[in-house]
């Protein structure tokens, strides 16, 4: 090539260069897709179970692994309904109105924002697949999601199991449209009563007298036991509680399995590199701790200390978290996470610092309780004491690092904190008062029945 093609070549292309370079600095740069998010709910779950030395949750002790674990995450409620308005909506109890009690059920209150509206708004598919009757739209927690995939029962043993969920959130994942994100809310309900669960499960960790599967299978928490039970006619032995315990266990176990069938699927259809992902419950179990069985009666911490996990890109992994945080962070956390504008209505505050790997510190945790009577019981929550105020009777004042069973009651050898824990629970209480409970909820004969074949009712 001639010195003269060479030096018109080269001044073309720097020609070239710089007439393309106001384009480039004035293309803007492509924004990252959002991500996908993925809330799992393990209904009746309690923490303890959780990365326990029986080795019930391996999937989910190596999703801890990859995320962060909390392990001081409290529920605002000891049942269903209040405890899952209050993660959707990141408010109390008394502050989304759902709740009520045993025939007397209270809807989520009308113009609360939910989690489904909020991420609709910032372009997600949000789907729900969920199997409890509170869950349904007309309890308004979930009125607001795109698709809601709802599987209510005639009664608490022919359930949707854990194996045909993780199915159905499969199917949604495989057909969801590719150029929106989506919000999965999937909510599982084997590990509440009753307790049966599937081979090997049943075999691995049942007791000795149960471990046979069959038409003959042992189960617990069938609806005669919850009635028997209400009835006073329910000998809770501790043989019984031990067998009731155990099959529970198990079911822990299955549903585990179940979650991680989902979470390696994900990974091999590429979404976990770009899916935020929480697993947690809404509220526990008591296996006679306090006197009780089952939950919905007290704010005891078996009934309101919840599993909590996240993972996802941007956060730090291995972190185990021993500071309290509550239900109501979740929502304003996901928000953040995902850079989606959240609510100034928000009680909680997200944990977003906490993920990327900053110190944590404690919330100040408020429970109600007790879908049984017309009082409900208190609980507030500051750093390591808990007071407990019951619907009748004397306050408890528990040193949480020092009796996490709440087995001795400091109230009267520590009056100055009890009457300042008790201040400050009487002043968060008078700021909700004015607010009003969600509309009553008009059940069908149907619907009455099924709750009834549930457990669901008073002693009929």
Same mark, same amino acid.
């Given at each position: ?13 720097? #020609? ?55 392990? !001081? ?37 009308? +113009?609360?924002?939910?989690?489904? @509206? ?9 789907? $729900?697949?969920?199997?409890?009757? #509170?869950?349904? !739209? ?30 159905? @959130? ?12 989506? #919000? ?24 000795? #007298? ?127 996470? $995902? ?20 110190? @944590?510190?404690?919330? !100040? ?7 049984? +009577?017309?009082?409900?019981?208190? =609980? ?38 009890? !009457?300042?824990?008790? @201040?400050?629970?009487? =002043? ?33």
């Amino acid at each position: 090539m001639s010195e003269m093609n060479k030096s018109y070549r080269g001044r073309w292309s720097t #020609f070239l260069a710089a007439m393309a370079l106001p384009f480039l600095v004035a293309c803007p740069a492509a924004k990252e897709p959002k991500p996908n998010v993925l809330w799992i709910v393990v209904d009746t779950m309690r923490a303890d179970r959780l990365g326990d030395e029986l080795n019930l949750t391996p999937y989910l002790d190596r999703l801890g692994e990859k995320g962060v674990v909390f392990e !001081k995450a409290y529920s605002h409620a000891p049942w269903t309904l209040p405890a899952m308005a209050s993660m959707l909506t990141s408010l109390h109890p008394k502050e989304h109105g759902a709740g009520g009690r045993l025939g007397k059920f209270k809807t989520l209150r009308e +113009g609360v924002v939910t989690a489904p @509206a909020i991420f609709s708004r910032a372009g997600y598919q949000t789907h $729900a697949i969920v199997n409890v009757e #509170f869950l349904k !739209k007309k309890y308004g927690v979930t009125r607001d999601f795109d698709g809601l995939d709802t599987v209510t029962y005639e009664n608490n043993v022919e359930v949707r199991i854990a194996e045909e969920t993780t199915d159905a @959130a499969l199917k949604f994942m495989e057909n969801a449209a590719t150029e929106k994100p989506f #919000f999965m809310f999937l909510h599982y309900f084997d590990v509440h009563a009753v307790y049966d669960p599937p081979q090997p499960f049943r075999r691995r960790h049942a007791a000795s #007298f149960d471990k046979q599967g069959g038409e003959q299978r042992t189960m617990f928490g069938t609806r005669e036991h919850m009635m028997a039970l209400r009835a006073g006619k329910l000998d809770l032995t501790p043989e019984w509680i031990h067998r009731a315990s155990k099959l529970y266990d198990g079911e822990v176990a299955y549903t585990d399995a179940e979650i991680g069938r989902l979470l390696d699927r994900m990974a091999s259809m590429g979404l976990d590199d770009n899916t935020l992902i929480v697993f947690t419950s809404d509220h526990g179990e008591e296996f006679f701790e306090h006197g009780d069985f089952e939950h919905g009666h007290t704010v005891f911490d078996e009934l309101i200390h919840i599993p909590l996990v996240m993972a996802g890109p941007g956060v730090k992994p291995g972190q185990r978290i021993s500071q309290v945080v509550r239900q109501v962070d979740i929502l304003p956390t996901l928000c953040e996470w $995902a850079d989606v504008a959240g609510e100034r209505s928000f009680t909680g505050l997200s944990l977003m610092d906490v993920l990327r790997g900053e110190r @944590a510190r404690n919330r !100040k945790v408020l429970s109600h309780g007790n879908m049984w +009577g017309d009082q409900p019981s208190s =609980a507030w929550r500051d750093g390591d004491w808990k007071l407990i105020v019951p619907a009748t009777g004397s306050p408890g004042l528990f040193h949480m690092s020092e009796d996490s069973g709440e087995t001795r009651n400091l109230a009267s050898q520590e009056p100055e904190r009890l !009457k300042s824990l008790q @201040a400050s629970l009487e =002043a968060m209480e008078s700021a909700m008062a004015s607010l009003q409970p969600g509309s009553d909820v008009k059940l069908s004969a149907e619907e009455r029945i099924v709750l009834v074949s549930m457990g669901y009712s008073g002693n009929e």
